[in-house]
C-alpha cells in the first residue's frame, strides 16, 4: 500500500474487501494511509468497494452485491466523462444471454458527501465520486475491471447485445476512455501517447485475408493500389500444401509467389493466417511446439473435422516458411478468426508479437490490448488489434464506404485505430474494393 500511495493515481485493481485493506487494527490503519494520500491531493479509483473500514473514504452508506444487473447507465457532465460523447457510451451492457453468464456487481448507496456518475438499472450506483479535503478524489466502480475490460477481450463475450462486426462497439473502450478522462481530469500536465503517426487525426490499418487460393492472383493489384495510396498493407497469408476438403495446396506455387513478391515491394507486410485455415481451429490440441515441415501434415477433412493438426503446428510451421519469402514474420490472425484458449501465449513462444483474430464487435472495443497468460506469469507480449470493418459483402459499394468510414471517424475520436479486412476477390469485385479503399482512407481531418 504504501509503494502503490507513491503514485498520481492509484486503482486498486480487484475487489477492495477486507481481505485488502485489512480488518480491525490493520484495516483502520490501511483507511487512514489512503485518507492521509487523499489529504495530499492524490486519487483513488476502487473496484467492487465492499470493505467497511473503505467506505467512508469513497462516501459509501451501503452496498448491495448482486449478480443479476444487466447494465450501466452513464449520467451528468462529471469531467472524467468528457470522452464519453457519443450515446452508445453512455449505456454498458453486462449481461450474456447466450451463454448464460451474468457480472458480480456491487451497488452504492451513497451519502451526502458523494456523486453519482453512474447507476446500475436497478437504481443503486454504479460510479460514485468523493471529494476530499487537500484536492484529492475517491472514484467507486460497482464491478471490477477484470469483468467490465479484460473478460471481453479474452472472449467471455459478457454482452449479448453486440454485433460481431462492422459496429461501433464500446463496452470494454468506455471505461479505459473513463480512466484516461480521470487521468487528464485530475493530473495537471498529465501526459497522454497519440495513437495515431506523424499528427494524423487517426490509425488506420489496412489488411488482406488471402485464405483462398484463387485470392493470390488479385492480391498484387490490391497492394499496389493500397501503396499508391500510401496505405501499405499488411497481408495475412494461409500457407497451404496440402490438397483437402477446403482447398488445393496453393503455397509456393507461381501465384503465391508473385502475392509474395508484390506485398514486399509495396512496403506491406506478410503475415500468417496459419497453415490450413482450419474451421476447428478453436478446438484443435495445443500441440508440443515441435512441429516442423514437412513432416507436420494438417488435413481439413470438412466443416468439423481437421486431423494432424495443432496449435503450435499452424503457429510454428507458417511463420517458418513465410520467413523464407520475409525475413521476420511478427503477425498472426487465425482463420475464420477462431480464438482458442491459450492463443496468445502459444503465439508468444511461437515468436509472434501482434494478432488480429478478433473484431471490435467480439471485444466491445477498438482498442489494441494484451490479455493474461494461463501460467499466472504476467501478460503475453502480443498486442491484438482487433477487425473493425470486413467487406466480406458484394454490392452497395456507397453503403459500405459510409459505414467504414463512419466507423473510422468514430474510433478515431476516442483515440483507436481502425483495422480494415479485405478479402482478393475477383475482377468484378476489385472495383468496388479499390474506390472505397481511396475514399475512406483519404477522409479529410
Not at 483507511?31 to 467506505?55: D, H, I, K, N
Not at 489496412?206 to 487460393?213: A, D, Q, R, V, Y
Not at 488445393?248 to 506491406?268: H, I, L, N, Q, Y
Not at 483474430?357 to 471485444?363: A, D
Amino acid at each position: 500500500l504504501e509503494e502503490a500511495l507513491r503514485y498520481r493515481v492509484t486503482v486498486f485493481a480487484g475487489t477492495l474487501s477486507s481481505a485488502v485493506i485489512g480488518e480491525g487494527d490493520d484495516a483502520k490503519e490501511g483507511a487512514a494511509q489512503v485518507q492521509a494520500y487523499l489529504s495530499r491531493g492524490g486519487v483513488v479509483v476502487g473496484e467492487a468497494v465492499t470493505a467497511p473500514a473503505a467506505r467512508p473514504l469513497f462516501g459509501i452508506d451501503r452496498v448491495v452485491e448482486s449478480a443479476a444487473r444487466e447494465e450501466i447507465r452513464f449520467e451528468g457532465d462529471d469531467p472524467t466523462l468528457a470522452d464519453l460523447d457519443q450515446k452508445e457510451e453512455r449505456v454498458v451492457a453486462l449481461d450474456d444471454a447466450a451463454q448464460e453468464t451474468k457480472v458480480g456487481t456491487v451497488g452504492y448507496v451513497t451519502g451526502d458527501t458523494a456523486s453519482v456518475l453512474a447507476r446500475f438499472d436497478d437504481g443503486t450506483a454504479a460510479l460514485t465520486r468523493r471529494e476530499h479535503e487537500g484536492g484529492g478524489v475517491a472514484y467507486a466502480v460497482g464491478a471490477r475491471f477484470l469483468d467490465l475490460i479484460t473478460r471481453h477481450q479474452e472472449g467471455a463475450r459478457f454482452s449479448s447485445k453486440r454485433r460481431y462486426v462492422n459496429s461501433f462497439e464500446t463496452a470494454a473502450d468506455v471505461w479505459q476512455l473513463w480512466l484516461r478522462g480521470v487521468y487528464r481530469t485530475n493530473v495537471d500536465g498529465g501526459v497522454t501517447i497519440g495513437t495515431a503517426p506523424k499528427g494524423a487525426p487517426y490509425a488506420v490499418v489496412p489488411t488482406l485475408s488471402l485464405n483462398f487460393s484463387q485470392g493470390a492472383r488479385f492480391t498484387p493489384e490490391y497492394v499496389n493500389a493500397a501503396a499508391r495510396l500510401k496505405a501499405p498493407t499488411t497481408v495475412f497469408a494461409d500457407t497451404h500444401y496440402i490438397d483437402d476438403w477446403l482447398d488445393r495446396a496453393w503455397f509456393a506455387t507461381d501465384e503465391f509467389d508473385a502475392a509474395a513478391k508484390a506485398v514486399a515491394a509495396s512496403g506491406g507486410e506478410l503475415a500468417s493466417h496459419s497453415v490450413a485455415h482450419s474451421p476447428v481451429f478453436n478446438r484443435l490440441a495445443m500441440g508440443t511446439g515441435a512441429e516442423r515441415y514437412p513432416d507436420y501434415r494438417p488435413f481439413v477433412a470438412s466443416r468439423t473435422k481437421t486431423t494432424g493438426a495443432s496449435i503450435m503446428g499452424e503457429l510454428r510451421v507458417s511463420r517458418e516458411l513465410l520467413q523464407g519469402y520475409q525475413r521476420s514474420v511478427h503477425s498472426f490472425r487465425s482463420g475464420y478468426l477462431l480464438v482458442p484458449r491459450g492463443l496468445p501465449q502459444a503465439q508468444d513462444a511461437a515468436g509472434y508479437r501482434f494478432d488480429s483474430s478478433s473484431t471490435q464487435g467480439w471485444v466491445a472495443g477498438a482498442f489494441p490490448f494484451q490479455v493474461p497468460r494461463l501460467d499466472g506469469r504476467g501478460y503475453a507480449d502480443v498486442t491484438t488489434f482487433p477487425v473493425v470493418f470486413e467487406d466480406a459483402a458484394r454490392g452497395d459499394l456507397k453503403g459500405r464506404i459510409t459505414r467504414a468510414a463512419e466507423l473510422m471517424r468514430r474510433n478515431g475520436d476516442n483515440g483507436a485505430p481502425s483495422v480494415l479486412l479485405y478479402y482478393p476477390r475477383d475482377t468484378d469485385a476489385l472495383p468496388d474494393a479499390l474506390p472505397s479503399w481511396r475514399e475512406v482512407l483519404s477522409l479529410p481531418r
